[in-house]
């Protein structure tokens, strides 16, 4: 009996949620000092409204220690142990909150994913695939200390607006990158958003030449599963990154997802990303 929790920008779909039995505790977005739950008060699709029509700033905030507390007080008499996987140390505070808010129960763990989105994902899914297999506490924890350095993680992003008004670029930055075209990779490297190559030219070619570049010749995969996860990218976008990425690897399962509040709030739409898990670590 091991309850698997995680912070929503783990961007899981609400079909493996359900299937796994995942609680997830939602990140908050502020918008014009109004806060909203991510995936609770408030979607992608309400805050591309908000700052594309209404001109609104949008900001996100971590989970509170008495937010943490609050979860873990209901959830631990009914469980062996609660495991929480929360969103990088390197982009919140949410970990050390969480870690502080575990301190007052014997039972409940905290794992530091390294990672956001589904980059987070792929630790909160298999920690859910070892509960349900009924694996004890320190397994499960082993296991995910293995695999965080492995998880490789990358988006690539249509448009660097989201960034400007996020303060993450300067206007001129944005402005250039719209002139040329450029739509830049961001990579998570030891628990730190990047920026990686930086493509031209229209979305979709992009993001095909984008897959290319992650799995051509790469012999360091893990082929058991691959999400692609997007900020409400177009079918036939996804589509084309689906047939890249099965004319480069073999995966068993590729995972669509749509990216939450906070991928969404910082990259804006048409943001798409492919995220795997290596075999050895970088």
């Known amino acids: 009996m091991i309850k698997i929790t995680a912070d929503s920008t783990c961007d899981l779909s609400p079909e493996i949620i359900e299937q796994l039995d995942i609680s997830l505790m939602p990140l ?3 918008i014009n000092e109004e806060d ?5 008060d408030i979607t992608p699709k309400d805050i591309f409204r908000y700052v594309s029509e209404e001109g609104k700033t949008c900001k996100t905030a971590a989970v509170n220690v008495f ?3 609050n979860l873990f007080k209901e959830l631990s008499p009914h469980y062996d142990a609660v495991i929480h996987i929360s969103l990088g140390s390197g982009f919140s505070s949410c970990y050390q909150n969480a870690k502080i808010a575990s ?18 994902g792929h630790v909160v899914y298999e920690a859910a695939l070892l509960a349900k297999k009924g694996a004890q506490p320190e397994e499960i924890i082993k296991h995910l200390e293995e695999i965080i350095p492995k998880v490789d993680a990358s988006f690539v992003i249509d ?5 400007r008004k996020g303060g993450r670029c ?3 930055e944005a402005f250039g990158a719209t002139l040329l075209r450029i739509k830049p990779s961001i ?5 730190k958003m990047i920026v990686g190559k930086k493509y031209r030219g229209n979305f979709d070619r992009c993001i095909v030449n984008y897959v290319k570049d992650r799995f051509e010749n790469n012999d ?10 997007h900020s409400y990218c177009s079918s036939e976008t996804v589509l084309k990154v689906r047939e890249a990425i099965e004319q480069y690897a073999s995966f068993e399962e590729i995972i669509e997802t749509t990216a939450g509040c906070t991928i969404s709030t910082h990259c804006g739409p048409n943001t798409l990303g492919i995220l795997y898990i290596r075999k050895s670590k970088k």
């Open 28 to 30: 908050h977005v502020l």
């Open 36 to 40: 909203f739950r991510d995936g609770i």
């Open 67 to 69: 937010e943490y507390e």
């Open 103 to 120: 301190e007052q129960f014997d039972n409940v763990f905290v794992v530091d994913s390294s990672n956001l989105s589904t980059g987070s």
């Open 159 to 163: 448009t660097m607006e989201y960034l």
């Open 170 to 172: 300067s206007g001129i």
């Open 187 to 191: 990579e998570v490297v030891d628990g």
């Open 220 to 229: 360091d995969i893990d082929y058991s599963r691959v999400f692609i996860t």
